[in-house]
């Protein structure tokens, strides 16, 4: 069921590189959303997470970053794999977004994992590696039909991804908006309570 209530969503790609497939994916999923959704691109390059640096003084960077986090009603993941793990820029971001201990912005966040590769295996073990950190949290994880892209780079093209794909993609995106309207609908009931 889709509402007329506008609902704001955030991107997070595993990768600062400047022609990122994780990136191109998710702006090319930003033009493929609903009327009354939008889509914020965030960058996960943020300082390494450090203790000492976290609390009421934790960088502008980190509060900005955490603030959009929070302020969204469901977040899209689009990650690569490195070494058979999730990037460490990502794991680096979750990181600070995991803090407070049971104040994490992340906490019943509805979250969406994509993973892509230019290899056949298309992410999954970091896709599974992100799962599981987000369990930890935990965020509310968008279940069903895990989305890997493999082949990526001959899926993209001038930085657009491929229609079939981007269709199996939306599926999930289109849960992960169910799944955010209604838990900021039930947020709002709590609200007033
Ligand atoms: C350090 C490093 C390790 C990588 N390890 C893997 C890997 O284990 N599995 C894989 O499928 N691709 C691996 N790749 C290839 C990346 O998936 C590929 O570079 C991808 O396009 C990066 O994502 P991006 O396009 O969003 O920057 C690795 C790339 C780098 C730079």
Do not use: C
């Not at 690569?80 to 104040?103: F, I, Q, T």
């Amino acid at each position: 069921m889709m509402s007329a209530v506008p609902t704001r969503l955030v991107g997070l790609p595993g990768s600062l590189r400047k022609e990122s497939f994780s990136r191109a994916t998710l702006a090319s999923l930003r033009g493929s959303l609903p009327s009354r959704t939008s889509l914020e691109i965030l960058s996960p390059e943020l300082p390494l997470y450090n203790e000492d640096e976290d609390g009421n003084h934790a960088s502008l960077k980190v509060r900005q970053f955490r603030n959009a986090v929070a302020n969204s009603a469901g977040l899209i993941i689009v990650t690569p794999e490195y070494n058979h793990g999730m990037p460490g820029v990502l794991k680096n971001a979750l990181d600070w977004a995991s803090r407070p201990y049971g104040k994490s912005v992340l906490i019943d966040k509805p979250v969406l994992v994509i993973s892509v590769s230019p290899a056949f295996t298309g992410g999954v073990r970091a896709h599974a590696q992100v799962n599981e950190t987000l369990l930890s949290i935990p965020a509310r994880l968008v279940g069903g039909a895990q989305v890997v892209i493999g082949n990526v780079t001959k899926k993209v093209s001038d930085g657009v991804l491929d229609q079939s794909f981007l269709s199996f993609a939306m599926q999930s995106v289109n849960r992960l908006i169910e799944l955010s309207r209604s838990a900021s609908a039930l947020a709002a009931i709590g609200a007033l309570q």
